[in-house]
């Protein structure tokens, strides 16, 4: 049995992965301790040793403990709590390189199925290759643990295909639920699609597949217990891996006519200059802490989500915090300021363009509407690099947002009371904006393109959501 405990520089962001861990765990019997930030009130974010050696001594009842870290002293005060340790239980202790988020995640489904340490390492590393192959990346592991090819499968191995229909593919949480309810059977499983098969025994393997909506997946199963499995794994699809219809999809607007006076909304964000007179060390800190404090950010917006709207929605700012904590771009942007001598904000510009314009160039509408996700990332972390935040017009009730696009976070801030709908130049109807519009009973209005030109602030504006398009708009008098 391996135990996690998770080490941040923040209670706010250690305590949210753990929330998001929890939700992975589907019974099992790994527990999770964390130890975040440190007793100052007046500067809360660091690390503490003791916190990190009262931590792993509270889990410290199994065969192992693995411990997951953001960055810099987290690892520091992790090692320091080794050293202060009995020996008996600092032999059980192992120190994880993954990324916190996603291989905290990872660790935790494989733990949480009796894996052994070196399989919950394993998978833990493993945890950005999905991320990787999606967005056309070489492969952060070389060589992905236990993913064999299709001609691998006994040539005895019965199977049987289902259909997802779950509206979002077998994204964490289903993707979990299935893991869990194989692990339980002895039989040697593979889960194919289109030809390729991945075994399913970690999150990281079954994204890989990037299994959606519709697609048709297949699991061969040899063993003992093989019928079993194949029979679970019918009954869970079944039962779309127990995702109900209200936590997949967002019910679309109570109306399909809406109207109000015009707002056009273009935030600007100061120009953002190349040259530094800081070394990039200094710059390096910045970009640290502007990212820590976007991820606190993200951690207060998930929580304003699960408070006020039921369902799914508060994954999109969870997945926000996985996607910005990938430690790959902090590492990409400190090369550009090491490389380039650079201001922080220059350098996070250009990783983030560049990944933004990744998204933009995907075959998948759905993945490639992503891309506004990550431009919203940059605009909150590049405000916090600059000081200067983006905010909002004050609006006369009833208002029309119109805009080139809209983030999400942006989305959530708006009044529904007073903000009736938003109408787009551009952006998507499958974007997390339109999701969180619909949801919070706000019109969406996207992709008008030139209908938009000549239209000002102040004009009254009525827009047809139901099927995405402008039925009027005149001058108010």
Not at 37 to 60: C, F, R, Y
Not at 317 to 325: I, Q, T, V
Not at 391 to 412: E, I
Request: charged share 20%.
């Amino acid at each position: 049995m391996v135990n996690l405990v998770i080490v941040s520089h923040s209670a706010r962001l250690g305590e949210g992965v753990g929330e998001l861990a929890q939700q992975m765990l589907m019974g099992g019997s790994c527990k999770i301790a964390i130890a975040a930030g440190i007793d100052d009130p007046q500067n809360p974010i660091g690390t503490d040793p003791i916190k990190v050696m009262d931590a792993i001594e509270s889990v410290s009842d199994a065969d192992h403990v693995l411990v997951m870290m953001d960055i810099g002293s987290a690892l520091l005060s992790a090692e320091t709590a080794l050293e202060l340790l009995d020996p008996a239980i600092a032999g059980k202790v192992r120190l994880c390189a993954a990324p916190l988020v996603e291989g905290t995640l990872a660790a935790t489904v494989s733990a949480a199925t009796g894996a052994d340490i070196e399989k919950v390492i394993a998978d833990a590393m493993s945890a950005l290759e999905a991320k990787h192959e999606q967005l056309g990346l070489p492969s952060a592991t070389p060589e992905p643990h236990n993913a064999p090819a299709l001609s691998a499968p006994n040539a005895q191995a019965k199977s049987v295909s289902v259909v997802i229909k779950n509206p979002n593919g077998l994204h964490v949480r289903p993707a979990s639920r299935l893991v869990a309810t194989l692990s339980a059977f002895k039989a040697d499983l593979l889960l194919e699609k289109n030809g390729k098969c991945v075994t399913p025994d970690s999150l990281n393997q079954i994204a890989l597949l990037q299994i959606r909506c519709n697609d048709t997946v297949r699991l061969l199963a040899s063993g003992e217990q093989a019928d079993e499995a194949l029979a679970a794994f019918s009954q869970l699809a079944a039962g779309n891996f127990g995702e109900s219809q209200e936590d997949a999809e967002v019910a679309p607007a109570s109306t399909t006519e809406v109207a109000g006076i015009a707002f056009w909304y273009t935030p600007e964000l100061p120009p953002v200059n190349k040259a530094s007179a800081r070394s990039p060390t200094e710059e390096q800190a910045r970009l640290r802490n502007a990212l820590d404090l976007t991820l606190l950010d993200l951690m207060a917006l998930t929580t304003r989500v699960e408070e006020n709207w039921p369902g799914d929605l508060a994954a999109i700012f969870s997945g926000h915090h996985m996607l910005l904590d990938d430690p790959e771009l902090f590492d990409t942007a400190c090369a550009t300021l090491r490389s380039e001598r650079c201001t922080a904000e220059y350098a996070w510009l250009q990783v983030l363009n560049s990944l933004s314009e990744q998204y933009r160039q995907l075959d998948d509408a759905y993945l490639q509407a992503r891309y506004i996700d990550i431009d919203d990332l940059l605009q909150r972390t590049l405000g916090h690099l600059l000081q200067n935040p983006l905010t909002l017009p004050d609006f006369n009730a009833p208002a029309v947002l119109v805009a080139d696009n809209l983030y999400p976070s942006t989305v959530l801030e708006l009044d529904p009371q007073i903000v009736k709908g938003i109408c787009l130049r551009a952006g998507s109807p499958l974007a997390h904006g339109a999701i969180i519009a619909r949801e919070m009973g706000i019109g969406w209005v996207c992709q008008q393109g030139d209908v938009l030109k000549g239209l000002h602030t102040g004009e009254r504006l009525t827009l047809d959501v139901a099927h995405n398009r402008i039925i009027r708009k005149q001058n108010s008098l």
